[in-house]
């Protein structure tokens, strides 16, 4: 089993910065790649940014390019999103979840079904 938590979410004026982390514990020897989402209200969770631990290749959602990176500590079991430039459309609670080895991870990464195990969230809210 894996664990997964999410901290740094908050409140931050338009154009501004935040950085989430997401710690995994448990079996992390069998998380193949990370994915940041996020969701406002009951719609449909978004696929923002997704990083493979072993060797770090990453993938963006069109709408994150350019403001938001998302990296990886493999020796602290963390991936972390660094959101630049925020604008009040990226309010959402941020989820970050854990994906088993697979193959073809830039065709899946930002498929929530895809995903094995889910952290609780973090609120970001940008003021306008």
């Known amino acids: 089993e894996v664990q997964l938590v999410e901290s740094g979410g908050g409140l931050v004026q338009a154009g501004g910065s935040l950085r989430l982390s997401c710690a995994a514990s448990g079996n992390t020897y069998a998380v193949f790649a990370v994915g940041w989402f996020r969701q406002v209200e009951d719609n449909q969770r978004e696929g923002v940014a997704g990083?493979?631990?072993?060797?770090?290749?990453?993938y963006y959602a069109d709408s994150v390019k350019g403001r938001f990176t998302i990296s990886r500590d493999n020796a602290k079991n963390t991936v972390y999103l660094q959101m630049d430039n925020l604008k009040p459309e990226d309010n959402a609670t941020y989820y970050c979840?854990?994906?088993?080895?697979?193959?073809?991870?830039?065709?899946?990464?930002?498929?929530?079904?895809?995903?094995?195990?889910w952290g609780q969230g973090t609120q970001v809210t940008v003021s306008s």
């Open positions: 979840a854990a994906m088993r080895p697979t193959s073809g991870y830039s065709l899946k990464w930002y498929k929530d079904q895809n995903y094995d195990h």
């Open positions: 990083i493979t631990m072993r060797p770090g290749l990453s």
